[in-house]
T-cell receptor, first 116, second 112 residues
Framework: ETGVTQTPRHLVMGMTNKKSLKCEQH?????MYWYKQSAKKPLELMFV???????ENNSVPSRFSPECPNSSHLFLHLHTLQPEDSALYLC???????????????FGPGTRLTVL | GEDVEQSLFLSVREGDSSVINCTYT??????LYWYKQEPGAGLQLLTY?????DMKQDQRLTVLLNKKDKHLSLRIADTQTGDSAIYFCAESITGGYNKLIFGAGTRLAVHP
């Protein structure tokens, strides 16, 4: 148990559906991250929020829309996805803008997404 | 550019030592990390090392850092079947936030 939870753990959706992934951290961190992990590529950083402000959008298609309402919660809204978007989506959090090992990112268990 | 490289597979016998290697490119990295991912799970932080250290030991884990060659290794002593997983090396890139660059991961298989 890392203190980062993700729901749902598994999601199957059609290409025309709209769904959301949720991440919650109980570590008092102020930065949160979305990563995509697929069989074909190593971990890909998608979005970063620091102090509830988006600081990185790593050329992610607009069919993925992040939302960070507060420092403990992070969402990834999905719409009109493609089968190639099927992957494990991992959320992480860290204590940002601090130099030292507290920069360490702690990961949730991930949401396994399958797009039909 | 930023790049972290690891070999993809390692197979060891139970009870032997495992050594997983990693090379990185950014000489300004302040911390280097090892994460473990078991099947169906997220990434679990195993250990980290500060860039001004050469070695760090934590129970069965030993991390060696050769900053000159930008080479990092993770040694697992007395490897057990429960150590079977994917191991990711990551370097931290200093900036406005903590950006980690991950390697592709080394799949460790432990056999009897």
């Amino acid at each position: 148990e890392t203190g980062v939870t993700q729901t749902p753990r598994h999601l199957v959706m059609g290409m025309t559906n709209k769904k959301s992934l949720k991440c919650e951290q109980h570590l008092g961190h102020n930065a949160m991250y979305w990563y995509k992990q697929s069989a074909k590529k190593p971990l890909e950083l998608m979005f970063v929020y620091s102090l509830e402000e988006r600081v990185e959008n790593n050329s992610v298609p607009s069919r993925f829309s992040p939302e960070c309402p507060n420092s403990s919660h992070l969402f990834l809204h999905l719409h009109t996805l493609q089968p190639e978007d099927s992957a494990l989506y991992l959320c992480a959090s860290s204590q940002d803008r601090v130099t030292g090992p507290t920069d360490t990112q702690y990961f949730g268990p991930g949401t396994r997404l399958t797009v039909l | 550019g930023e790049d972290v490289e690891q070999s993809l597979f390692l197979s060891v016998r139970e009870g032997d030592s495992s050594v997983i290697n990693c090379t990185y490119t950014d000489s300004s990295s302040t911390y280097l990390y090892w994460y473990k991912q078991e099947p169906g799970a997220g990434l679990q932080l195993l250990t980290y090392i500060f860039s001004n250290m050469d070695m760090k030991q934590d129970q069965r884990l030993t991390v060696l850092l050769n900053k000159k060659d930008k080479h990092l290794s993770l040694r697992i002593a007395d490897t057990q079947t429960g150590d079977s997983a994917i191991y990711f090396c990551a370097e931290s890139i200093t900036g406005g936030y903590n950006k980690l660059i991950f390697g592709a991961g080394t799949r460790l298989a432990v056999h009897p």
